[in-house]
């Protein structure tokens, strides 16, 4: 059972009790109480105790038991079942540890379900209960502090993705092309990807929580979600911009290696030509005709290696001076 | 009649007979029953006497001999008309090959009519007969199991798509550019379009199994359609990551193939000055000048060969520090 | 008048007379019956005629007479104006001929307006009266038929653009890369363009002709346009699909190219590196230096013969080994 | 005052009088007569006349007398303000010249406001006056005359861009490369796009005018913005369409460029062979070993020629059968 | 207290008192009046006695201090909370500073609070004090004021934009292809990106605006924010037009180096030739046969340098008239 964080009943925003789990149901019947519980992976068995204590759908209990659930809000009657996805950057790796959060909630009781890599929501609670005029609005509020929370965990990882872009962008724009450019591109895009989908349906259910004519949401704790709709769009907004940049960089990219391209073609044609007139005079000078008047000059020797590093000059100066070296 | 796979009547989820054909009129009329039966690829013949027996539309009846339909949901009066794609993976020549399961369902009757690549759907039914708390649910939740098994057996396809994808990224990062590689990233968008438009339209009919108000889905049945619904929306989310990595994978493929184009131009032009100095050099003192003081010195030659071999050395080596070897 | 191809009362699903243009308004007032007209280019006297017959909106019938329009449905009061595209495929000049038929639906009558290239409706006609208890719902059921006919015209076409995107395909991943392939494919972009252009506003126009809640459409004859709905979106659905792949396949296309152009530059390379080393050797033993021992050796030129050739040699498996060849 | 083109007042479709601007405000307070005033350039003092003869709102008149705004639709309480865009070929420069119309409507009143490049609207007018039975439905009428000609006048536009996309393939697939098609597609693509913005809010308008439960517009005039509304939308398909064409051009041109890229390559290797391979053999000849039999015999320097002329022959043939040349 | 930049109450348009912060609370019981203040940057102690004069709401507060906000409108209770980014040209480093302006709005007040780049209102403010007939329809209408202005300076920016774009078409289409006019495509991009974001979710609080049915926008001042809009739209369309061309800039861009590079080959290949040809004749008369008649001739020299001469003019020709040169 130790995979229960922690369970407490709540009266007028303050913690009156921590419960047992088989206290539960008796606590559930005090209209003026709620009950927050959190779970971390819990196992099949624990689960469905918690699912006989609040009287839970089958189908969401399967589900938060098996996690790898895309975030959704569903509603079963007077429950809401809500996943969210957490993200966290794991710096050894350079890479985004995702995980899954999974909530019960009713008129007066939350369920939190932790699943994988997020950070524990025992500081969310007592931030919580440190300010019980707030806490007080019920579970709907305790909902919204969690949510907050996690989705807070996302601006450093947009963030270093962000970061991720920048750099790209100097190899490109400053550095000469390498394979591992091109990778590192895609594999960009492969966790600018992962990180969309695990957000943006976090605006609908935002949107729908802030909307809802239910009495499980309060009329003042809609505000807060509004705060947090506003943040997801921002994630959003953040990592749209960020692909379409990628995507110019990585057209851009292309480009410059093209660009890349004509120079090696310019500087190749240069040199061969440099290389290619000596060649050419020389063997002028190399044929065997009986009659080749320079030949027998005492200067022909020195003239022709003049002439030989004039062109080769005048040709290195053309091409400089137009570019193609 | 080799083709009726199943016909049985189903009372508080339990079977309480296997019946005839032609006892079905009669069974219809035991409010407290319905009927559950299985067809694979029936003859014209066959789909006609159903159609009398149950009173279906002459249009979905012909749609349902035809097959070759797209996914759809239909209302007849009293009774859907539903199409679906299954999919499998045939291993052996590593291609999917799709089928369709079209369903007639009714206040007190389903009919599934199988045409093409599935599984049969007996081991459905017997999963279904092992909880008549939910069989006794009505025809509506033999539907939804029997999508739930066709949806989750597109799960392993989605798999093998992904693999694929995966390997093509180990031979595009790490391999040489062969024209396979393009060919197979042609082949792989093919097979993701073909699943995607398999699996589209089931979001859309589950939505609409979840919120149609008809007496044939029982309120309570409800919440296992949008299970099926969630799962399809993750298959169509998976599709469609899978599509956008393979395009930035196609744009990436072909930035690499530029990249190499740069390498073989770069080496191409290093070598090509390697062997183009000596020969220049060669070709100088292969001139016939009466008076070349070189010629007649008795270290002139290895003094060639020396300044040939150390210009040669002298380009490797400037080449090789600036990568163009 | 030979441009009137038919013109007919129908009685409870029976053709009860064939009946002359100025009959028709007396025909109508007899609400047992409906008329069916078929006219192919008729001239401006003979529309204004039908339009008297009728009262016909103004708008509508210049739009019948001019034709060129985009498929719409327009309803003008108790009349609906209808225009649709005929698409046929043109075996000689390997292209897509277009046509348009028009509709005036009423209460009791249907006109049909054929211009350009498509089928006479004359056997759609056959087919109804061979169905008189489907022909008795009314001119609305006539409307279906036709359109069902037209509609069916366009998969045949469909067929034959997939065909072609898989000749160019096979010209794309096995043959060498010819500009006409190109061209090929741009034609093939804008035939799917021109199809696209006429298909896709039939979904809207069944999907409006399944809902409208007007006595022109019965309700028993609505289904039936839901089939119609349903072909027109599997073509578009055919469509799109082709266009995806048509342009992945121009992007692999591409690559291919470069790739070949790679496969150009290695083979160029080793080549001239084939070539290039003989002559360097020759050019070294054709130095005129006074002191060069080798040359006097008896078995010099067969050594240095056997030189080129062994490192020709080398080469050339150096290079086959590594691919460049 | 010059800047008034036109400024009459009817009855029953008939011109009644030609008014001056301030006889107006008397000439409204007949009910069965409407007022159609042409402005062309209006001063601001003009406008702010205009103002209160009919008393217009502040803001509508202020973007009247500006110009340079989008096409919309505003209705400033039983007042509608509408901005047109007007477009016409000017051959001699080769572009597009574009020109704003504005209409304040009400109940009996038009007023057009002509700025930059279009036709006068006196045509328009006295195409309306020759059809009382029409223009008697009040200045609807006039204004779906005047916005009629005003999409007219962008089909000789399109079918110019249309014929500017024709050339270019013509120059794209049968011509070589220039730098100048690349620029002219660019500007055919900024054309498009200046076009699009001028027609594409007009779908919107004329949806909104077909569909204002509005008085202004009389219900037996809302079939003629439906006319209007269909040729917006056709012009906005034939943009689009050219607009697809032309990146798929876009793209075409540049394989084209890649596959002559490799046709160059190509041609350069074959000649660098055919080149190189005498080259080669005449160094060998041309080494100076005392020992070279060939040297000596009588026909060695004919068979050494023959020689570099086969081989130079034997890889012309075979460079020309595969196509390299 | 610096930062509060002005504070006054307004009675019919006029302002009737410069009052200070802890007076606001009994101004506000004056029905007849209302008060606007301008913050600049306010420090958090400020903004907590804005609050509690005003009663704002916690999180409007908390997000108006913290700035970094998205554009938005967020109604609390009576009050709206609206959030604008604001942007200017920072011309001695060429990009644009980015600011925010948060407004909170109720039936009789306004509070505006600017954060980093922007104009001071106090122009504004007296705009509308010089129209009292305009500013006596309410705190909506100082809204709208300075919302206007705010709109208005994304003018010049966007001009400076499409400016920057025509320069670098300028490059991309008459100059040769430098590095730098890639980093400069892109980074335009990313401005427009940064300004497409600042500016598109103006064109939704404005509609929001338009259509409230709140007491807060009196009904004659909605058409005002009609023209904000309208200018928003503008804008936007500017924007996407920009991006749509600096795409195809991007990829004409690409197109003219593969031309180039097309061009280069061509180049290289014709000197290679000029430069082979004479360089394989003089190998040929360089071999050492005994017999080689031409050697012996006296004018053999001058004839092969006629030759080598005749046949580099003759290939330069054909190179010059193919375009090759």
């Known amino acids: 059972m130790s995979s229960i964080v922690n369970c407490a009943a709540y009266a007028d925003g303050k913690r009156v009790a921590n419960i047992e789990l ?15 519980i959190g779970l971390h992976e819990p196992s099949e068995e624990l689960l469905s105790q918690v699912q006989r204590e609040f009287g839970l759908h089958e189908l969401a209990v ?23 996805r957490t993200a966290q950057i794991n710096n050894q790796q350079r890479r985004i540890d995702f995980g899954e959060t999974h909530f019960f909630l009713g008129n007066n009781f939350i369920v939190t379900v932790r699943h994988g890599s997020s950070l524990s929501y025992t500081e ?17 509020f305790a909902l919204y502090a969690v949510m907050d929370a996690i989705v807070d965990q996302y601006f450093p990882v947009i963030d270093a993705l962000v970061e991720e872009l ?29 990180v969309k989908h695990a957000v943006s349906p976090l605006t609908d259910i ?28 921002r994630i959003n907004e953040m ?17 410059l290696i093209s660009i890349s391209q004509n120079e090696i073609s310019k500087k190749f044609a240069g040199w061969a030509a440099i290389i290619g007139v000596p060649t050419m005079i020389a063997g002028i000078y190399g044929m065997n005709f009986s009659f080749m008047p320079e030949l027998n000059w005492h200067y ?26």
């Open 206 to 233: 935002c949107n729908r929580l802030m909307r809802f004519d239910s009495e499980i949401i309060q009329e003042d704790t809609r505000p807060y979600f509004r705060d947090v709709y506003d943040h997801s769009v």
């Open 22 to 36: 088989n206290e539960i149901g008796q606590t559930l019947t005090q209209t003026d109480q709620f009950v927050w």
């Open 239 to 255: 990592i749209d911009n960020t692909r379409e940049l990628l995507t110019t960089a990585l057209e851009a990219n292309f480009s």
């Open 62 to 84: 399967e589900d938060a038991h098996r996690a790898h659930q895309r975030p959704k809000l569903e509603p079963y009657g007077d429950t809401f079942f809500i996943v969210l």
């Open 166 to 194: 920048e750099e790209l962008e100097e190899k490109i724009f400053n550095e000469t092309y390498k394979r591992e450019t091109t990778a590192q591109i895609y594999n960009l895009k492969r966790q600018l990807l992962a």
């Open 300 to 325: 022909g020797y020195p003239f022709a290696l003049a002439l030989t590093l004039g062109s080769c000059l005048t040709l290195y100066l053309i091409f400089k001076r137009s570019g193609w070296l």
């Open 124 to 140: 969310v609670r007592n931030r919580c209960e440190s300010t019980p005029q707030l806490l007080r609005k019920g579970p709907g």
